[in-house]
T-cell receptor
């Protein structure tokens, strides 16, 4: 089966850098995605790593290491509006083309 | 472009009552998904449609849940009868096609409370 583990909660201050980790146990998958969800809102796609390495999109970067079964989302120059839940997701090879989401990390940005 | 539209946004019903949720995906998106999200957890896929064909419906509790996408555009998810454990947010999402599964566009969801 597939299992994605994320810290349940992370707190950081405005302007800082925070890293949200995602470790997984799956036999094989196409890539690792990240989604952001504000309270009461819709999940919003942030990034996708098909290959190992770092992908950068503005203040957000995402990293994947298949050999370490590990990925992370890096948020720089934190802003109050970044307070939200962040979910990693994978599309396993044996799961019929569907996304499996982690439990999510709730990020609280403090002034 | 307009996003994924869902209605209603909130629904409160008593157990054993039926309920239906409606979703209109982004124009031109062939793939449509229904997810259930419990509080503090990630979305869990219920069913995926490729145009009007239902695929990946292994997680759909077929004894009480049903879904349809008759013309390959908007979709309806129904629960009959609802149980207390069905209280959750029901999210609809779409993607351009099955090759863009990893980038999905979600609607705001319907928050269902079963009393």
């Amino acid at each position: 089966g597939q299992s994605l583990e994320q810290p349940s909660e992370v707190t950081a201050v405005e302007g800082a850098i925070v890293q949200i980790n995602c470790t997984y146990q799956t036999s094989g998958f196409y890539g690792l995605s990240w989604y952001q969800q504000h309270d009461g809102g819709a999940p919003t796609f942030l990034s996708y790593n098909a290959l190992d390495g770092l992908e950068e999109t503005g203040r957000f970067s995402s990293f994947l290491s298949r050999s370490d079964s590990y990925g992370y989302l890096l948020l720089q120059e934190l802003q109050m509006k970044d307070s939200a839940s962040y979910f990693c997701a994978v599309r396993p090879h044996n799961a019929g083309n569907m996304l499996t989401f982690g439990g999510g990390t709730r990020l609280m940005v403090k002034p | 472009e307009a996003g994924v539209v869902q209605s209603p946004r909130y629904k409160i019903i008593e157990k054993k009552q039926p309920v239906a949720f409606w979703c209109n995906p982004i124009s031109g998106h062939n793939t449509l998904y229904w997810y259930r999200q419990n509080l503090g957890q990630g979305p869990e896929l219920l069913i995926r449609y490729e145009n009007e064909e239902a695929v990946d419906d292994s997680q759909l509790p077929k004894d009480r849940f049903s879904a349809e996408r008759l013309k390959g555009v908007d979709s309806t998810l129904k629960i009959q009868p609802a149980e207390l454990g069905d209280s959750a947010v029901y999210l609809c999402a779409s993607s351009r096609n099955r090759d863009r599964v990893d980038e999905q566009f979600f609607g705001p969801g319907t928050r269902l409370t079963v009393l």
